[in-house]
């Protein structure tokens, strides 16, 4: 239906609609994931904004992220800076509708460990600053640890890529490579899939206990890709 919506909205400008993230991976959780869209359309301006601004509303009402907007010549030239996510588009998507605008896209990966080491620096910094807020609050760190996770996941996954190991087909194997790559424990990683695949209670887990265990990974993570 949201192909539908955008045909009508854009008409011929529309290019492509592909889906990426966890709902093109196979690893898509109906509790806690994210339907992840691009849009890539043949121009974009105030025009098809307005035009669009309907079925964005209705999109994000649904409880999904508005869709990304990029004119077909911005993908290209973005994708240096997008090296992550240009990267797993590659990987993994589904085109819903037109062209596959990514399938021939050259991403530059000379920025690509730097990157991924921001973004593994900066999605921590905001993870404490979160936790410092509900540190007494039980369900409030718990949720936090549970909608983290998955990023954690990818970035962990372009880590072991940049020490040149093969991309693992999921979170778990993510997890299991990465601890054996680093010297960390995985356990609060897999213990937080669990409770995302219900098969732990979540009022059975120490939300404190877990996330000093979450964190030290995270940081262990961290130090190796800043030593490649």
Same mark, same amino acid.
């Given at each position: ?104 896209? $050259? *991403? &530059? !990966? ?13 999605? +921590? =910094?905001?993870? @404490? ?44 194997? $993510? *997890? &299991? !490579? ?13 213990? +937080? =899939?669990?409770? @995302? ?32």
């Amino acid at each position: 239906m949201l192909v539908s919506k955008l045909d009508r909205a854009l008409g011929d400008r529309l290019v492509s609609v592909i889906l990426y993230g966890s709902a093109a991976s196979g690893d898509f959780d109906g509790l806690y994931s994210d339907l992840n869209v691009l849009c890539v359309l043949s121009q974009l301006t105030p025009e098809e904004l307005f035009q669009a601004e309907g079925v964005v509303k209705w999109w994000r009402e649904l409880g999904n992220p508005a869709p990304l907007l990029m004119t077909e010549e911005e993908t290209r030239s973005s994708a240096d800076c997008f090296v992550i996510e240009f990267t797993d588009m590659k990987e993994r998507r589904k085109v819903l509708h037109g062209r596959d605008v990514i399938a021939d896209l $050259t *991403v &530059d !990966r000379r920025f690509y460990r730097a990157r991924v080491e921001y973004e593994l620096r900066s999605k +921590l =910094l905001r993870l @404490r600053q979160q936790a410092a807020g509900v540190w007494t609050d039980r369900d409030a760190l718990l949720k936090l640890c549970l909608e983290s996770v998955p990023t954690f996941c990818v970035l962990g996954r372009h880590a072991l890529m940049l020490g040149g190991c093969p991309p693992a087909a999921s979170r778990r194997q $993510t *997890v &299991d !490579r990465l601890a054996a790559v680093v010297g960390a424990d995985p356990a609060a990683f897999h213990l +937080l =899939l669990d409770i @995302r695949e219900r098969k732990f209670a979540p009022q059975e887990a120490d939300p404190a206990t877990l996330f000093r265990k979450y964190l030290q990974t995270i940081e262990s993570v961290i130090r190796y890709v800043d030593a490649l």
